[in-house]
């Protein structure tokens, strides 16, 4: 024990006391589970917040990340590089979008879509069309731009001023978001299913009421899948279950499996940054894009979206049966394998106990526990969690 100790104490002397991080101190990964430094194994139902959906050692993606080191691992924006060229023809291949933009996070994600949505309307000479509509309760980043749009005060208010003219709305209340739609309205943006916030899922009427009122009303419809898309909910992006495509999506999180990488893809006609009005130094580098073009690889030759379908429903079930035997157990929402399960009370205690049991689970919004495992977990350890928990909240 003494040695993961003195790590920790070291860690609580040096690091900035911004997280209140668990007790465990890991040290290496295989498949869809996690060792710590005292050899202790724990099945992975959290993938590093939804980030690492290969797990953990995955061959195809390890010698490709490999392989790139060995070539070169940045070049900055002012080159080309055929993983960079690569991973953008990729994304927009699974997302339907025109064009992408490479940045280092999902936060960068979000500000490069929001400037991009202001200069849209600025460029058409509406210079006052600057009001954006965001939803309660949505998790969109910590960078200045990206938690101004984020539906929690307690993240905002110690950090104001922020960029201004953002109006929140309920999630899933078309009649809360028109009220704010006028002639200053910029662009809305919202999860198509929401992680941080308790997962919740956009309704069908929600998106396509959207939509329309965006296209009725010439505003960019922004869709942050940095959680829920990539796979996540069975669809290569959750927007594609509705039939409906926003104007700017944006992305982190599982499209790197680890390596920090992001993006915000778009249609072409609202593709209206030009050069001097944007950049990054490192986004897009080619070990960041090489990184993105493996998953994309893996996601093919494994059927990923195939497992992730099998699993959901396969998790969903589970987490049904969890929630039958145990009255603590208040609501199950989710889609693919992105669930939640609510409980009566504060799921701390439960998450302690899970992890001193060997299963690795987070908490999201409002007394809600998330299950965001590997997209490669099976059956079986999907059983193995389901015990872990029934086991605890007995
Ligand atoms: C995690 C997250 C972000 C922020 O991503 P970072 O890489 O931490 O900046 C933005 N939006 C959603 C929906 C997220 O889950």
């Known amino acids: 024990m003494s040695e993961m100790n003195d790590i920790i104490n070291e860690g609580e002397k040096y690091l900035l006391h911004a997280y209140n991080r668990f007790p465990i101190v890991f040290d290496r990964g295989e498949g869809v589970w996690l060792y710590d430094k005292e050899g202790k194994k724990y099945l992975d139902f959290f993938g590093g917040i939804a980030v690492s959906c290969l797990g953990y050692g995955n061959s195809t993606y390890t010698s490709a990340l490999h392989e790139q080191i060995d070539k070169l ?12 060229v690569g991973a953008a023809k990729g994304l927009c ?20 879509a929001i400037k991009m949505a202001r200069k849209y309307h600025y460029a058409k000479g509406n210079r006052d069309r600057t009001e954006i509509i965001a939803i ?3 998790f969109h980043g910590r960078t200045m731009g990206a938690v101004a749009v984020t539906g929690n005060k307690s993240y905002r208010e110690p950090f104001g001023p922020l960029i201004g003219e953002v109006h929140f709305a309920a999630y899933n209340d078309l009649a809360g978001v028109e009220k704010y739609v006028n002639e200053k309205t910029c662009a809305v943006i919202f999860e198509t299913l929401q992680g941080e916030g308790g997962i919740y899922t956009a309704d069908d009427a929600f998106m396509k009421g959207v939509r329309k009122l ?11 899948e940095v959680q829920c898309g990539f796979g996540r909910t ?97 609501a199950h929402r989710g889609m693919g394998l992105m669930q939640g399960i609510e409980l009566s009370s504060a799921p701390g205690p439960v998450i302690k106990k899970a992890h001193e049991n060997g299963l690795i689970i987070i908490s999201a919004g409002g007394n809600v526990i998330r299950f965001l495992p590997p997209l490669v977990i099976t059956e079986t350890e999907i059983d193995r969690m389901a015990e872990i928990l029934d086991k605890i909240l007995d």
């Open 93 to 112: 291949d699974a997302s339907g979008m025109d064009r992408v933009f490479f940045t280092n996070s999902g936060a960068e994600a979000n500000e490069g």
């Open 73 to 84: 691992t940045h070049i900055s924006n002012l080159f080309y590089t055929e993983p960079l």
């Open 214 to 224: 965006c296209d009725d009303n010439d505003v960019i419809m922004i869709l942050d």
């Open 234 to 330: 069975g669809k290569m992006f959750a927007y594609q279950h509705y039939g409906v495509m926003p104007d700017i999506v944006t992305m982190a999180k599982g499209i790197g499996n680890g390596v920090p990488v992001g993006a915000f893809a778009c249609r072409e006609h609202v593709a209206a940054l030009v050069p001097g009005d944007h950049g990054t130094t490192y986004g897009g580098n080619p070990f960041v894009t090489a990184a993105v073009n493996a998953v994309l690889k893996v996601f093919d030759e494994e059927n990923i979206l195939e497992n992730v379908r099998k699993a959901g429903k396969y998790m969903y079930d589970k987490l049904e049966w969890l929630m039958a035997r145990h009255a603590c157990i208040t």
């Open 136 to 138: 309660e309760h949505s």
